[in-house]
């Protein structure tokens, strides 16, 4: 006699970078969506980092305690880099030097002191100035969240 195997079993695993169509031009999904399918398949807990951006939280909160889904949540913003004593010149030899920011995801802990530092982080990295939101890495500090590194999967 076989076995059934479930068509979905995502038992202990929980989704850390998830952008919704508040990312523009990186998400389409509405949070709603998003924490409807994280309990379509069994998640007890969603994370939602738009890009930039958290306007999206009231919404994913809502639809995340209508799906039986704890809601977590971050942002993915660029990170200036930390002021260095002397660059290395790309000449005859030199590095390559990339001149885009790294992107960097947070995620609130801690309940209301992770989601001020979020709220901060963002607020720094719209008020910087430039044309893109780029967090300032003077700003780049904060209690009550968690940093994921890397590339996004």
């Known amino acids: 006699m076989e076995a059934e195997i479930p068509e979905v ?5 929980t989704h850390l970078h998830t952008v919704s169509g508040y990312s ?24 939602l980092t738009d890009r930039d951006t958290l ?3 009231v919404r994913f909160a809502k639809a995340c ?12 913003l ?9 660059g290395r010149v790309p000449v ?6 990339d001149e885009s920011a790294a992107r960097v995801t947070y995620l609130a802990r801690d309940g209301a002191t992770g989601w001020a530092t979020l709220c901060r982080l963002v607020t720094a990295a719209h008020a910087a100035g430039a044309d893109q939101p780029l967090l ?11 940093v994921l590194l890397g590339p996004a999967s």
């Open 78 to 86: 660029a990170v200036g880099e930390r002021p260095r004593p002397q």
């Open 55 to 57: 306007a999206g939280a």
């Open 9 to 13: 079993c995502a038992v202990g695993f």
């Open 136 to 146: 300032p890495w003077r700003e780049n500090h904060g209690e009550g969240v968690t």
């Open 65 to 76: 305690a209508t799906a039986g889904v704890r809601p977590l949540f971050g942002v993915e």
């Open 92 to 97: 005859r030899g030199g590095a390559f030097i």
């Open 24 to 47: 523009l031009r990186y998400g389409a999904s509405h949070p709603e969506r998003l924490a409807e399918r994280a309990a379509e398949r069994g998640m007890d807990a969603v994370a």
